[in-house]
């Protein structure tokens, strides 16, 4: 991996990249155990599998449907303050609902509206990440990687991690667990010296230009993303993915393996599919295509593999080896696809665009596992699995056949050779080298 040395530029594995990088391992950590501790706490006080499913999408429609406006808002002030305040709600938000589960006076709607809560100060924080990977790190790639290998592993040990909190301590445990990452994570945030980025009108100015510059913003964020066809193209088909392939797959692929094989089965499958996707993050760590979207789209023809292991029945081994195989050619795409965001998008507008990324790649998940029902009702669950097999060398193909995607030659971002001056905004002292 190239360092940067003798040239002046920063490191991926500078103190404050690895400030960052603790700070966003912590959080994912925290997040994999949510799941859990809302199924668990609210069975517990007699609700069902809707009122839990009720919980969590108040959070994911709270995110998916601001998350636009948090990039304009990103663009336009301190992203590491955004960052900072939105982990400062989510621990307030996750110590109150652990107070809500001890004292055993447990409301549903309570529960959601701290959710939806959640769900906005995500918005707030998520479009910041590219932004800050981007100016933490020259090599942009090998920093991906080093994130996306720590969600597989907070992916894996989350769950687990939380089911021991349930057994041991309670659900408010859990959700003890889960705020304390939160302050974590803020904490590493504060102690981050970010080189300063050029910037437009903040502050007082930002605030005389009121409304009409929100929306000025909201309306350039949107002709930058309509300006690049790589973009929108990747995005675009990424709808069909979700609706045809991801969508369906996640809820069919934990029934059938549940009902045919155990919960522990699917646990090992599960498995299985962290550490596919650890090795697809060393992977991209190590290769460095000149065609990142090209090389990318190869992995998107992986995963292929793990809903066609389930739908054609193979057993145990060969889904977990199909779960492993889709693991990696998913983290692979994904470091690749992050990268190219990050590297091809002007700083200025990079926050907003990432955002519309977010909200794009989302949008159509819930579509497609709400047809995951009724497709598996008239066509057999076996059956859908085995088409969003098949769909997945469609969507790979799609990527491949669009000449703008397949032809992206990979860009590095800019670089800053020695200190630069800070801004009072930022509140950052000058990168030391």
């Known amino acids: ?26 959080a994912q950590l925290g997040d994999t155990m949510l799941p859990v501790a809302l199924a668990a706490g609210l069975l517990q006080h007699g609700y069902g599998a809707g009122a839990v499913g009720l919980a969590l999408a108040s959070t994911s429609a709270a995110f998916a449907g601001l998350i636009v406006f948090g990039g304009v808002i990103a663009d336009r002030f301190s992203t590491r303050r955004l960052m900072i305040g939105a982990d400062l709600v989510r621990l307030c938000t996750q110590a109150l609902a652990a107070a809500l589960f001890f004292s055993g006076h447990v409301v549903l709607w309570q529960i959601c509206a701290i959710g939806f809560v959640n769900g906005v100060a995500g918005a707030v924080f998520q479009p910041g990440v590219a932004g800050t990977v981007r100016r933490l790190a020259t090599d942009v790639q090998g920093a991906n990687g080093a994130i996306r290998i720590a969600e ?75 300006a690049r066809t790589w973009l929108w193209g990747v995005i675009a088909v990424w709808c069909l993915y979700m609706i045809t392939v991801w969508g369906p797959s996640v809820p069919l692929v934990v029934t059938e393996v549940v009902q ?89 507008v990079l926050n907003r665009i990432h955002a519309y990324d977010v909200a794009g790649s989302l949008a159509m998940m819930p579509v497609g596992q709400s047809l995951a029902g009724p497709a598996a009702a008239a066509l057999g669950a076996d059956r859908v699995l085995l088409i969003a097999g098949v769909m997945s060398f469609v969507v790979a193909g799609a990527l491949l056949s669009t000449r703008s995607i397949r032809d992206l030659v990979r860009a590095d971002a800019p670089t800053t050779p020695g200190p630069a001056p800070v801004t009072a905004d930022e509140c950052v002292r000058p990168e030391r080298h």
Request: proline share 5%; with cysteine; hydrophobic share 50%.
């Open 260 to 348: 045919q094989h155990g919960a522990r089965s699917y646990g090992l499958i599960n498995s299985a599919l962290g550490a596919g996707t650890v090795a697809g993050g060393l992977l991209a760590l190590r290769l460095r295509p000149r065609r990142m979207l090209r090389a990318g789209s190869m992995g998107v023809f992986a995963f292929a593999a793990f809903p066609v292991a389930v739908g054609a029945e193979l057993g145990v081994p060969a889904m977990a080896a199909g779960a492993a195989v889709a693991g990696a050619g998913m983290a692979f795409w994904s470091v690749m696809w992050a990268t190219s965001v990050q590297t091809q998008v002007p700083a200025d």
């Open 1 to 26: 991996m190239d360092r940067g040395k003798g040239t002046g530029q920063r490191p991926v594995w500078s103190r404050d990249f690895a400030l960052f990088f603790v700070a966003r391992a912590v």
């Open 152 to 226: 597989a592993v907070a992916q894996l040990s989350g769950p687990a991690l939380a089911g021991v909190l349930v057994g041991f301590a309670s659900p408010g445990g859990v959700f003890t667990a889960h705020a304390t990452t939160y302050a974590i994570s803020a904490l590493c945030l504060l102690l981050l010296r970010l080189p300063v980025r050029s910037r437009r009108p903040s502050g007082s100015d930002a605030a005389l230009r009121g409304a009409r510059a929100f929306r000025a913003d909201l309306v350039e964020g949107w002709r930058e993303f309509r």
